[in-house]
């Protein structure tokens, strides 16, 4: 096979994806339209920056170009965010004339449905989501040309019409580039890291208030992380005694995982239905807006607590969340040998791998 992902890198899973199929012997390139805001690595990159309404003509021709090299050089084509070679997906009756495997992998806000989001976790009201609507009605032009949806986890389940049930590979990273600093268990300040990419999705206005009352009675660094490239957030998530991910979202995203393989303790909502779909030794704090400040000053008054966490932490995404480990299920998917089993499942079958 020769795979290309792209056009869009979502917290680096394009990146990480690549990595781990060529890890394992794949031929896979990572093409994008323009940088991501993290700066994560690729191998072609259009440089087509929006907004910039001037470029446009020259925008067309890089991608009409793009579009007949890949065409040509790729049979495989996992496309991110719903976005695939050209615009308003006008390649796919084409790619799949020509018998290409077309597979897209939804990360989110790219299919997650307001009723649906609300009726499984009732905190989604604080976020204002995209038009449902628009969203069936792309899943359903998309459908018609894939040849499979690929999710992180269950909680984007509900969101698929069961024709559509989508395959889960969890989130992926390499160990290999985190050094774990773990917590010093002895340390009576503590420094607390948020790292909001959407504030509203994160519940940051809840941890906000939560920690502003929290230094009424504990020595408290509280850095927020925003606008930074990922060699200079991580430099800040190093610091960290507890890292608060989102409070609002019902389960673990790329930000939780990598702090994990810092050695960071975590605090992130978990529902209880969707704790049940991860590995029972998960070791992350949950934590929703009614019980951010009293899960927080838990830690603070715990550094045994903290350290061993973050020692966990680390250990878990070794063994669930290693690009080089995932890659062999996407690869599976690709070739036609995997079945769409639940998170429970692909997780066991990760930790044989």
């Known amino acids: 096979m020769k795979i290309m992902h792209g056009m869009r890198e979502i917290a680096g899973q ?3 994806s690549v990595k781990g199929l060529r890890s394992n012997g794949y ?5 994008l339209w323009d940088e991501s805001t993290l700066k994560y690595p690729y191998d072609v990159c259009l440089k087509m920056v929006q907004g910039k309404r001037y470029m446009y003509p020259i925008y067309v021709v890089k991608t009409f170009v793009n579009f007949v090299k890949c065409a040509f050089k790729y049979d495989t084509f996992h496309f991110h965010f719903g976005h695939s070679l050209m615009p308003w997906n006008m390649d796919l009756p084409i790619l799949k004339l020509l018998k290409k495997n077309i597979f897209f992998e939804f990360h989110g806000s790219d299919v997650r449905q307001e009723s649906i989001a609300y009726r499984e976790n009732h905190f989604w009201r604080d976020v204002r989501l995209d038009s449902e609507e628009k969203l069936r009605a792309r ?9 499979a949806f690929i999710i992180h986890d269950d909680e984007l389940l509900p969101h698929f019409v069961s024709e559509y049930k989508p395959y889960i590979v969890p989130l992926r990273i390499d160990p ?9 268990p002895g340390k009576k300040s503590v420094t607390i890291v948020h790292a909001p990419s959407n504030r509203g999705f994160k519940g940051t206005s809840y941890v906000h208030e939560a920690i502003e009352k929290l230094k009424e009675k504990y020595e408290i660094e509280y850095i927020l992380v925003e606008e930074m490239t990922q060699d200079e957030a991580f430099k800040e998530y190093l610091k960290a005694d507890i890292i608060v991910d989102q409070i609002i979202g019902g389960t673990y995203g790329v930000f ?3 702090s994990m393989g810092m ?5 992130t909502y978990i529902t209880e239905k969707m704790r049940k779909t991860f590995p029972d030794e998960l070791p992350i704090v949950s934590a929703s807006p009614l019980t951010i400040e009293s899960e927080i000053e838990k830690l603070i008054l715990d550094g045994q607590r903290r350290h061993d966490l973050g ?4 250990k878990y995404i070794e063994t669930y969340h290693d690009c ?13 040998k995997a079945d769409k089993i639940d998170g429970k499942a692909v997780f066991e079958e990760i930790k044989e791998l």
């Open 14 to 16: 394009a990146y990480y």
């Open 27 to 31: 031929d896979a390139k990572l093409i």
């Open 139 to 147: 899943m359903l032009k998309l459908g018609t040309y894939a040849k």
């Open 176 to 184: 290999e580039r985190l050094t774990p600093k773990y917590p010093d």
């Open 256 to 258: 939780a995982i990598e």
């Open 263 to 267: 050695g960071k303790p975590v605090i």
């Open 311 to 314: 020692v966990k932490g680390r």
């Open 324 to 336: 080089r480990k995932n890659a062999k299920i996407l690869a599976k998917i690709y070739e036609g």
